[in-house]
């Protein structure tokens, strides 16, 4: 009997789990078990991993292996397992020694020839393994650049399982072989942001796009095609802030999960940005898959911006599904398996028509809609959803007078002051804009004038603002007063605010 080990991590989710990986070979009848709640393509590792030994010009050991992954209630998923797989049986043979792969955490997917394959969540898996206390790892050549960004991490690439034995100290050949190539990205962020000053006219719309980058607001914009919305909604992005070290860190880590995170730019450090299209599925907004279920567009967008361009097209429950990260700032994935959290604090854009054709515009003479297709179609953006929208505006076809406002730089300076005017305010608090603070804690700071919040009682009392709508409008009075530079906002800024919310309508 033998038995050898090593380390690997778990994702589940965003929280990464050390996993002993055990080896235990028998003087019995040669067979490979592996054992320890694996997936599907986990459970293959076990023709990978002797393919693997065999192409690097090993022996596989002709006994009984028994691989344990433990904790062994804790499902675990992925080819990210191989490489640990492989090290702890030839551990257990003796081809190295036990005592120096046992602390060493090993990532990676062994291809059939022995060559090292980059695998998704290598860098909160690096950060998961420098937490526990295990900052030696072993990646794959083409992930050591996306494992180097974990501060403390002890990072060594290889390109084959014969290099990663013989730096264990193996005496086997190792063969000049090209990298893996790196797997693809699928959708990686944009770098290039688009400047406000293309946006000609549309003052409210841009003054609506000014406050939600200052307060952290979710936007609503109303109007015909071709009058602006999709424009505005891209370049939402540049008037927001860098991300801090820590938040870069983490929007990182989703990308990474994801797949969409290419590590020779470095960490992200801008806010994201995510336009899925009106025929996504929920599984691809929300986030889904078998087992264990990967990071959808809204996880994607943490802590920059998801917009819904022709947001009532949207099923129904992709749209309703979203209150959950709206209120909470995080989605939780429930499968047979266990639970996923993501994180998801977005900030969300939606633009849609006034009608199926998109032309009620004035008196509408040029909408060929009937009054229930209008309100069946605008029906699709529930009051509960709605509800948790701060900003709503309506836009008009632009004028040939109509002049270009500021441009992102400008308006961006205004948008830092009031975000540095909010992290005094919240300085040792858990919130970093007004649109995370509680209404209550709110107006307590207002005083004990009521006057302040008369139009706001009025409009509850009446039925057309709810309590969080109330709250709602009182966060985005505190915007507009950071933006303005008052330490606090007057009866004014709330009346402005209410506007706001009410698209014209009035309270």
């Known amino acids: 009997m033998a038995l050898g080990g090593t380390l ?11 996993v002993e990986v055990e080896a235990h070979l028998a ?32 022996t596989w050991p002709n006994r009984r292996v028994t691989v344990n992954l433990s904790p062994a209630t804790l499902p675990k998923s992925g080819s990210g397992f191989d490489l640990a797989i492989a090290v702890a049986a030839l551990a257990g043979a003796g081809v190295v020694d036990p005592e120096r792969v046992r602390g060493v955490v090993h990532l990676g997917e062994l291809g059939l020839d022995g060559r090292l394959r980059p695998v998704r969540g290598v860098l909160p898996a690096v950060v998961a393994a420098v937490a526990a206390g295990r900052p030696r790892v072993v990646v794959p050549e083409a992930s050591v650049a996306e494992a180097a960004l974990v501060p403390g991490a002890q990072v060594r690439g290889a390109r084959t399982l014969a290099h990663v034995l013989a730096a264990h100290g193996a005496a086997v050949e190792v063969p000049e072989v090209a990298p893996a190539a790196a797997e ?6 944009g770098v290039v942001v688009p400047d406000l000053v293309d946006v000609v006219g549309q003052d409210e719309a841009r003054l609506c796009l000014e ?45 990474s999960v994801a797949g969409t995170f290419d590590a020779g730019d470095g960490l992200l450090r801008r806010p994201p940005y995510e336009d899925p299209h009106h025929t996504a599925t929920p599984a691809s907004v929300i986030g889904g898959g078998s087992g264990i279920p990967r ?42 398996q266990g639970a996923a959290r993501y994180p998801a604090r977005f900030q969300l854009v939606l633009a849609a028509n006034p009608c199926p054709c998109g032309m009620a515009v004035g008196k509408g003479l040029a909408c060929t809609c009937r009054p229930e297709q209008r309100r069946r ?13 701060d900003l709503q505006v309506e836009l008009q076809p632009s004028r040939a007078t109509d002049a270009t406002g500021e441009p992102t730089r400008v308006v961006a300076r205004r948008v830092a002051e009031a975000r540095a005017a909010q992290a005094e305010r919240f300085a040792g608090l858990p919130w970093r804009t007004c649109a995370q603070a509680p209404g209550s804690w709110l107006r307590e700071r207002l005083g004990p004038d009521r006057s302040l919040v008369a139009d706001l009682d009025r409009a509850v009392d ?46």
Do not use: N
């Not at 589940?12 to 789990?17: A, E, F, P, T, Y």
């Open 8 to 18: 690997c991590v778990a994702l589940v989710g965003m929280v990464g789990h050390v």
């Open 27 to 58: 003087a019995a009848l040669p067979a490979f078990t592996l054992v320890g709640l694996p997936d599907t393509s986990l459970a293959e590792s076990r023709d990978r991993v002797r393919a693997a030994v065999a192409s690097t010009g090993l």
């Open 184 to 189: 693809p990205v699928v959708a990686a962020p």
């Open 211 to 255: 406050v939600a980058a200052a307060g952290g607001h979710h936007l609503l914009m109303v109007g015909p095609p071709g009058t602006g919305k999709t424009m505005l909604a891209a370049r939402l992005p540049g008037l927001l802030p860098d991300l801090t070290e820590d938040e870069a860190v983490e929007v990182t880590a989703i990308h």
């Open 295 to 336: 990071p959808g567009a809204a996880s994607r967008a943490h802590l920059g911006v998801l917009f819904l361009d022709e947001a009532p097209e949207f099923t129904t429950a992709v749209l309703q599904t979203l209150r959950q990260p709206l209120e909470h700032g995080e989605l939780v994935l429930h499968r047979a």
């Open 377 to 389: 179609y605008l029906a699709k953006l529930s009051g509960p959803l709605l509800d948790r929208v």
């Open 462 to 507: 009446r039925g057309t603002l709810s309590r969080r709508g109330a709250d709602r409008v009182l966060r985005v009075a505190w915007t507009v007063a950071d933006l303005a530079g008052r330490a606090a906002p007057d009866r004014s800024d709330v009346g402005r605010a209410l506007a706001l919310r009410t698209r014209g309508r009035g309270a």
